[in-house]
């Protein structure tokens, strides 16, 4: 006898690399067939074909790039073209950009709002409504614990993912027993391309210890699994996040000055 059941499906933005990678496997391993986005096409290729192959799943690639406000509108139509119905949303690509405020480059900070925040808000409500129509649905928001101090060297990174966690927490509240779980995962400083990408090799944050990205993964998928509205990965980052709570914001934010500057400042 055939199943009435749909096959189901995780869209997972940024999954060619870092924690969206890790997500994505994860979501495989657990039967679910994968939509997965990212800007370059031999990336999402490499990709899909290995996950097909190990763990014999549909996987989807979709190229978009997601500075473009566009994408994440032309990423759901094209999947509402093909039929699919997705059940659970990961929204994971995000950049930073390393350097003071007055210094950094503009048009590349406007490019990360609509990245880091834009695609966030554009594929959670559209995905949100269809989830909430019939009370079943997961999504998961790669925040990090950015969001929740302030971010000297990373001022518009940090300022997206606390918005991204406010915006995940307050979602969360508004569904209530909808049937459908929104979760927003808190990350430290992780061994990804981020630094790279955020011209932050020089950063003194790199000489501590980075957190392995599949246990983040994890950490996130479990919390999600779970109905959980948060998660923060690692005790150190738990420790930070209790500690930066009682403890005054231009305080934290002397003291992440410190942590995050560059390797040959005072």
């Known amino acids: 006898m055939v199943s009435s059941n749909p096959p189901k499906y995780a869209l997972i933005t940024g999954a060619t690399s870092g924690i969206g990678y890790e997500l994505a496997k994860l979501f495989a391993e657990d039967g679910y067939n994968l939509v997965i986005v990212a800007r370059t096409e031999t990336d999402l290729q490499r990709t899909a074909a290995e996950f097909s192959s190990r763990y014999g799943v549909t996987v989807i690639p979709i190229a978009k790039n997601l500075f473009e406000r566009a994408a994440p509108f032309e990423i759901y139509d094209d999947i509402r073209q093909q039929g699919i119905r997705i059940d659970v949303l990961v929204n994971d690509a995000a950049q930073g950009l390393f350097g003071k405020f007055i210094e950094t480059d503009l048009q590349r900070e406007l490019d990360m709002l609509q990245l880091n925040i834009g695609a966030y808000i554009v594929l959670t409500k559209l995905y949100l409504r269809e ?136």
């Open 131 to 266: 989830m909430i129509t019939r009370r079943d649905g997961k999504i998961l928001n790669v925040a990090s614990i950015a969001g929740k101090v302030p971010g000297p060297y990373q001022a518009v990174y940090h300022g997206t993912k606390a918005f991204i966690h406010s915006f995940t927490e307050a979602i969360h509240a508004e569904i209530g027993d909808a049937g459908v779980t929104i979760t927003s995962l808190l990350p430290g400083a992780t061994d990804t391309d981020f630094f790279r990408k955020a011209n932050m090799e020089d950063s003194k944050i790199l000489q501590h210890e980075l957190a392995d990205p599949a246990k983040v993964a994890r950490d996130g998928f479990e919390a999600l699994m779970k109905g959980d509205d948060m998660v923060i990965s690692g005790l150190k980052n738990k420790a930070q996040i209790a500690a930066s709570c009682i403890t005054p914001d231009n305080l934290v934010a002397k003291a992440m000055l410190k942590q995050q500057a560059p390797r040959d400042s005072n």
